[in-house]
């Protein structure tokens, strides 16, 4: 018998560490080759490590939400013969037993522990009242100066659930103080029942990149957010239109697409919108291939797969690969090369998007357009109120590379080419 280590292997990319996500085994374990024992996240990519012997686990270390680093032992492994790398006595260091019962992970995106529940409220009259004095008889006022009254008024905290230590049962500031320390809730009225559950949810995984992304974001690049509501009458005709006249091949439309050609023809007239920032090396990097992040809600959390090089797309095409990579965002296959290199983001929460938001800049670049929802609103056309449908873009930009002027120069721009989508197409 010997003992195979199982180390966290070089995932690609030059990534130093990964953060442990998921265990698919416990110590006791039988596994074969080629079974899935962990999964890691470098990034926004998801990375599983499959067992190269078969044999009895041993020996597990890290829990979910550790960050490796590549090259440590993660798992130890008893396998026949004489094919492991230590002799099987080593297989439980006295410090780390191989007899710990571990729980395996939830395969849910956080992490969720069982919640932490506080003791029970206690009933409006209990038997044995806080306070230490006898039990109160029934409808009998609580006795109380007119400050201890006022605090439990103010606390919310009905004093008929305290028994006074005071003399003849009096309430004192002493019984309140201790009442309030037990957690106690707010008086219990008409029956309801206070909720003192506490859930620990530990954040992991993606939503731990998620976090640490946003952080970043905000705390590096000063935001400047530019709302601008647009007719959208023209342009959801227009796409009534070609979706009405499906062909084979050809995928349904959404307004993205416009919006992307709108982007990529605005872009042509301010190239430094297309930027990404390296602030640690004081250097804009202006791109000249506009690479569209489509941020997208999944199961896992938010993720912004890149459609590259949309300025080399036709609508049809830009169409095709969002719904590409939508799906494959939903299914959670996305490659990690399929979630880098965007230079320009958009932020749309479709039908939910609201009148205004202020979306978060996908660090490093310069920009994120942010989509609202299209809604019926009246609209002076200079004899009457018409009906239209209108949509706001809220737009943020990274306020040290884009003036004011310049971030509304370009929504003004993406707002005359979905006004008028007919010149989305036209060239020059």
């Known amino acids: 018998m010997g003992i195979q280590s199982i180390k966290l292997p070089d995932v690609g990319e030059g990534v130093a560490e990964a953060e442990l996500v ?109 306070g230490g004095g006898p039990p109160r008889a029934q409808g009998e006022k609580p006795l109380a100066s007119p400050a201890v009254r006022l605090r439990a008024k103010d606390a919310g905290i009905d004093l008929r659930q305290l028994s006074g230590s005071g003399p003849a049962g009096r309430i004192t500031h002493d019984d309140l103080d201790a009442f309030l320390q037990q957690g106690s809730a707010a008086p219990v009225r008409g029956g309801l029942q206070p909720n003192n559950a506490i859930t620990e949810i530990k954040v992991v ?21 530019y709302v ?24 349904k439309l959404t307004i993205l697409p416009f919006l992307m050609r709108a982007i990529v023809r605005a872009v042509a007239e301010q190239p430094m919108v297309n930027s990404l920032y390296d602030d640690d090396a004081g250097i804009i990097r202006q791109h000249g291939g506009v690479h569209i992040g489509i941020a997208a809600q999944t199961p896992a959390g938010l993720v912004v797969p890149v459609v590259k090089h949309a300025e080399a797309r036709d609508l049809f095409d830009c169409a095709r690969e969002v719904a590409r990579l939508s799906d494959a965002a939903r299914n959670g296959t996305l490659q990690r090369e399929e979630l880098s290199g965007s230079t320009i983001t958009i932020s749309s929460l479709g039908a939910m998007g609201g009148i205004v938001s202020t979306p978060v800049i996908n660090h490093p670049e310069v920009a994120v357009i942010g989509v609202n929802k299209i809604a019926m609103r009246p609209q002076w056309d200079g004899t009457q109120f018409v009906p239209r449908k209108m949509m706001n873009l809220s737009s943020s930009f990274d306020h040290r590379v884009i003036d004011g002027w310049d971030a509304a120069t370009f929504v003004q721009r993406l707002k005359a080419l979905m006004e008028a989508p007919a010149m989305i197409f036209v060239e020059g």
């Open 22 to 130: 998921e265990w698919h085994v416990n110590v006791g374990d039988t596994v074969r080759e080629d079974m899935v024992l962990a999964a890691v996240m470098t990034g926004k990519a998801t990375v599983e490590i499959p067992s190269p012997v078969e044999g009895e686990v041993v020996w597990r270390g890290g829990d979910v939400g550790d960050v490796i680093a590549t090259g440590t032992v993660i798992l130890k492994i008893k396998v026949a013969g004489e094919g492991g790398d230590e002799e099987a006595a080593e297989a439980a260091p006295p410090e780390e037993p191989a007899v710990a019962d571990e729980k395996p992970a939830a395969v849910v995106p956080a992490d969720v522990s069982e919640p932490v529940r506080q003791p029970e409220a206690k009933s409006p009259m209990p038997q044995a009242m806080p």
């Open 228 to 251: 601008e509501e647009v007719d959208m009458t023209a342009l959801e005709e227009l796409r009534a239109r070609l979706n009405a006249d499906q062909k084979p091949g050809r995928p």
């Open 205 to 225: 995984g993606l939503r731990r990149r998620i976090a640490e992304r946003m952080a970043l974001s905000k705390s590096r690049i000063p935001h400047i957010t």
